[in-house]
């Protein structure tokens, strides 16, 4: 099993930046594959970004503004997001997998979110 931690959230001005840290339990972190999704208040649980080894994957709405990364070393996965905008406002949260995908639901383990908001 894997423990996932978020940390990072916080209010940002659109156009406006912000990292997003997720920390990692246990010593396997390198064999999942890690996403971010997010889900805005009355809406459905998105997909953002998914890293595997090294290779990544994003949904339309944030490619060029977010980036996903992980360090091994520190069992910890990353989303770099700039040009924030108003749409972006919702709880973040990291996901572990034994594949890179944006299916929700190919993720079996989840942190607790954390919540990013984007003022005008």
């Known amino acids: 099993q894997v423990q996932l931690v978020e940390s990072g959230g916080g209010l940002v001005q659109a156009g406006g930046s912000l990292r997003l840290s997720c920390a990692a339990s246990?010593?396997?972190?390198?064999?999942?594959?890690m996403g971010w999704f997010r889900q805005a208040p009355g809406k459905e649980r998105e997909f953002v970004a998914a890293i595997g080894w090294t290779n990544t994957d994003y949904a339309d709405s944030v490619k060029g503004r977010f980036t996903i990364s992980r360090d091994i070393a520190r069992n910890t996965v990353y989303l770099q997001m700039s040009s924030l905008q108003l749409e972006d406002t919702a709880v973040y949260y990291c996901?572990?997998?034994?594949?890179?995908?944006?299916?929700?639901?190919?993720?079996?383990?989840w942190g607790q979110g954390t919540q990013v908001t984007v003022s005008s």
């Open positions: 246990g010593r396997t972190f390198s064999r999942y594959a």
């Open positions: 996901a572990a997998g034994s594949s890179r995908t944006s299916l929700r639901d190919a993720y079996p383990y």
